[in-house]
Nanobody
Framework: QVQLVESGGGLVQAGGSLRLSCAVS????????MGWFRQAPGKERDVVAC????????YYADSVKGRFTISRDNTKNTVDLQMNSLKPEDTAVYYC????????????????WGQGTQVTVSS
């Protein structure tokens, strides 16, 4: 059974930091690209950051470049998202997702999803 479990969300003031983590089980983690997506109320689920299965290719949405950092540990089957200089517009439910042996920033290409973790940034 494939499981992606996000943690680390919460309430933070603007300018603060949070670190999200996604623990993955039930699949061969090292052959999956991983992505973080977010969905604000009334909006579509958008890509935030993606990392290839070996970590050699990384993508960031323009809105988070320079503030967020994605990383993965293939020995621990985890993918993290360090979020700094948070803004109220970063408020959303954040999801991690796994994409088998391909590279894409499109959400419909991802095979497995976590349940999401809420991030709320107050002004």
């Amino acid at each position: 059974q494939v499981q992606l479990v996000e943690s680390g969300g919460g309430l933070v003031q603007a300018g603060g930091s949070l670190r999200l983590s996604c623990a993955v089980s039930g699949l061969t983690f090292s052959v999956y690209s991983m992505g973080w997506f977010r969905q604000a109320p009334g909006k579509e689920r958008d890509v935030v950051a993606c990392i290839s299965w070996r970590g050699g290719t990384i993508y960031y949405a323009d809105s988070v470049k320079g503030r967020f950092t994605i990383s993965r540990d293939n020995t621990k089957n985890t993918v993290d998202l360090q979020m700094n200089s948070l803004k109220p517009e970063d408020t959303a439910v954040y999801y991690c997702a796994a994409d088998h042996m391909s590279w894409s920033t499109a959400r419909d290409k991802y095979d497995f999803w976590g349940q999401g973790t809420q991030v709320t940034v107050s002004s």
